[in-house]
């Protein structure tokens, strides 16, 4: 399942959604390749540093103090870690929940290192998983975390019928994992997790699961005592491990966080505490928040960060002092038009890429270079395994399509009048006017367009069902990913059972094309990596989809507010290392 997105939070993608073991450790280098003219990633590898040790480096320039204010229109749906899977929730959990593992952000890119345990290690057979607690590390109230309440929160995980929005890979992975129900129902005994001594985790499996040191930064994995869980009430005050911890929560509304006294810096590679505190508001009007933050006219503002995107209204102001307000940085994230190849031989697909209206649909659906970047791989440039390589014809997410072109290769195949059907939002003015500039251009090329307006209650529903009188557009329409790896996008996308799961790109029913991603899935990650790549480029030799952008994170901060990076694992921007610059 890919990584949920607050509509708010990303709300380019929102006009095409259908939504929603460590061998070869790197140094700080992140690994990415730069295309020397542009800028651009061009290579993304995995980086791995299971030698680091806190404290984190300083930030250059950081100043302690002070209260960052942090606002947006949507508002997190939980704060129970167990229950935790939109982007902004999982942000603002990094300052509250350490966990096994986690990401240390250097130069924009993600380096997995070491939380409250090590990186893991696996046995021969792949099925163990061991890791290794930290010790000394304790909660908010002073008392020290043990390793029974890490094993705790994995079975925890399993109460699905109570947490029912967090990440479900564990059902799927780990042992007996889809017949445990969580120790509400099923009680403590469960086998794919246990203890050894005060500091050993160790994880069973029931298949191969090289990501899980990746899986393991979720923070429905960070500690629970089970005497102090108070199941659905939890959310309303969840105990810390993290830099900063509740003060005041009104759900819906606000969360005020103050410094974790009990919190250890010597202990922790990646996170800081410059702040007093973080005081979070939801709700607020996207447009007129965002002018508040960019014009900083009084101190509350000047030191306020708005995680909105850029309202393209407000583009023009990016100049002079002001362009250093603006906060750029990648997202997990990759957009597509997808054709079901069950339904559309192969020759129908290229004609349909051939024609497909890139340029015209990009700027009537407002979008910009702040916010979306074309794209021409499955892979986004966050995750590694992205390679810039040549894009297959017609496959670039840029071209206005060759209508006369895609006739003449609808000809060649016999299947000039072929109908190219696709749901789309009859409420919206965006979705009306991308739909029918789809239309016109595929009519133009030879095809019998046929799109179905429906009410946008409606959408995702018909747009998730597979067996529905269409063969274009299909949900998902974009995904995220959970962690920086391929191991989040191909096993789930393209193999035979997605199509059953409800979330597939294509349709395909490939059982050598399952094996080769299971094998790779199989490998170690930084072997992985490169083979992510190679079926990165045959998947889209096969023409599932059309590529239409990767997201982007574009956000403002106040005057006052210092040095701000992103994170690219949640296109959010990285909150727990920010300050004020006075």
């Not at 749901?423 to 006017?433: A, L, R």
Request: charged letters at 20%; glycine letters at 8%.
């Amino acid at each position: 399942m890919a990584r949920r997105l607050n509509v708010a939070v990303a709300a380019t993608a929102a006009v095409a959604l259908g939504l929603t073991g460590c061998s070869s450790p790197s140094s700080n280098n992140n690994g990415s390749g730069n295309n020397a003219d542009t800028g651009k990633i061009t290579k993304q590898e995995n980086a791995f540093d299971p030698s680091a040790k806190g404290p984190a480096p300083e930030v250059p320039g950081a100043h302690k103090g002070g209260t960052l204010q942090v606002v947006a229109q949507s508002t997190p749906n939980t704060f129970d870690p167990t229950d935790i899977y939109y982007v902004d929730s999982n942000e603002i959990g990094k300052l509250l929940f350490r966990t096994p593992t986690q990401f240390d952000i250097r130069n924009g890119k993600p380096t997995l290192v070491p939380d409250l345990t090590d990186l893991g290690t696996a046995s021969s057979d792949k099925l163990t998983w061991t890791f290794k607690m930290q010790p000394g590390i304790k909660y908010e109230d002073g008392t020290p975390i043990k390793v029974e309440d890490l094993a705790y929160a994995v079975k925890r995980s399993f109460a699905h019928d109570v947490y029912a929005n967090g990440p479900t890979y564990q059902l799927t992975y780990f042992k007996d994992g889809d017949k445990y129900k969580g120790p509400y129902k099923s009680g403590d005994n469960y086998s794919g997790v246990e203890t050894k001594g005060t500091d050993t985790l160790i994880i069973h499996l029931a298949k191969p699961f090289s990501d899980l040191p990746f899986f393991m930064t979720f923070p429905m994995f960070t500690p629970i005592p089970k005497a102090k869980d108070t199941k659905q009430e939890y959310k309303n005050h969840p105990l810390a491990t993290g830099p900063y911890m509740f003060k005041s929560y009104v759900a819906g509304t606000s969360l005020n966080l103050v410094k974790n006294p009990n919190w250890d810096a010597n202990t922790d590679p990646a996170r800081h505490q410059y702040l007093d505190g973080y005081d979070f508001a939801w709700g607020a009007e996207s447009v007129k928040a965002q002018t508040a933050v960019l014009n900083s006219n009084n101190p509350k503002d000047a030191n306020t960060i708005n995680y909105d995107v850029l309202d393209a209204t407000l583009i023009p102001q990016l100049n002079g002092a002001k362009k250093e307000q603006l906060v750029q940085g990648e997202s997990p994230c990759t957009i597509v038009v997808q054709m079901d190849t069950r339904k559309i031989p192969l020759e129908v697909r290229k004609a349909i890429a051939k024609a497909y209206p890139s340029d015209q649909i990009w700027k009537a659906a407002g979008l910009n270079d702040y916010v979306a970047e074309p794209a021409s791989t499955i892979l986004p440039p966050s995750v590694p395994g992205y390679e810039k390589y040549e894009p297959l014809p017609d496959l670039t997410g840029r071209g206005t399509g060759d209508p006369a072109g895609a006739k003449a290769m609808l000809q060649a195949a016999g299947k000039l009048g072929f109908e190219v059907s696709w749901y789309y939002d009859n409420t919206k003015p965006i979705s009306q006017q991308t739909s029918q500039i789809r239309a016109d251009a595929l009519t133009k090329a030879g095809f019998k367009a046929k799109p179905i307006g429906v009410a946008t209650a409606d959408l995702r529903t018909k747009t998730g069902d597979y067996n529905a009188p269409v063969n274009l557009g299909q949900s998902p329409a974009g995904w995220c990913s959970d962690w920086p790896s391929g191991g989040s996008w191909f096993p789930v996308l393209f193999q035979s059972h997605s199509v059953t799961d409800g979330q597939s790109w294509g349709m395909l029913n490939d059982p050598a094309l399952d094996k080769e991603i299971t094998d790779v899935a199989n490998l170690p990650a930084d072997q992985a990596t490169p083979k992510w790549t190679e079926l990165d480029k045959k998947i889209m030799g096969m023409y599932v989809a059309i590529p239409r952008y990767y997201d982007k994170m574009a956000i403002l901060k106040g005057s006052n507010v210092g040095t701000t990076a992103g994170d690219p694992t949640m296109g959010m921007p990285l909150l727990a290392s920010m300050f004020l610059k006075s």
